[in-house]
């Protein structure tokens, strides 16, 4: 097992015995779906220290995506502010256009993912996992942005494509599934 592979496999295993102690307590299955960004952007930190010569420019993209997806949250935000603060920053467009860059910069390195590998139907993988993140964008509906990544991470492990950084798209695919559930079930 990789460094790469350990490393998003104790992030999901953390939050699965979290949720495991929470289901033996409470009864109910709970992820701790508030630090989900969290641990992606420290995840992929350790992406870019450790891949830096040979995949610099996707893992820099995904981890300016992975901050300014942090940085969008209430978790965040919620250190900073008082109660009244963060009902006006709720209630304003800051967070929303922060929220925007992250989608931005995650279809860019999506861009850059697809279009430096050497398969010949990387347009059509590009577009086959950009659309459902566009989707996402537009009708908030977060299972098809867990979805795409999911389906990002199979593509590349498949077709040899960017190796190691396929296991970031899959952690933020579980972690988005994981939230999912927390949320709706």
Known sequence: MTREERSVTLAILTLIVYAGFLFYDTGSILFPFPLNEL???IVSFQFLIWNWKSNRTIVSIITIASFFNFISTQFFWSF??????MEHLVAG??????????Y???CIGLGFYFLKSSSKNKLLYF?????PILFTLFTSIGVFEAISFILVALLGYKYNINLPIHLLWLLIGTLQLMKIYTLYF
């Not at 467009?93 to 992250?102: E, G, H, Q, R």
């Not at 577009?127 to 659309?131: K, N, Q, R």
């Open 39 to 41: 641990i992606v952007l």
């Open 80 to 85: 900073f502010m008082t109660n009244d603060q």
């Open 93 to 102: 467009v800051s967070l929303d256009f922060i929220k925007i860059a992250y």
């Open 104 to 106: 931005i910069f995650v």
């Open 127 to 131: 577009g086959i996992t950009l659309f």
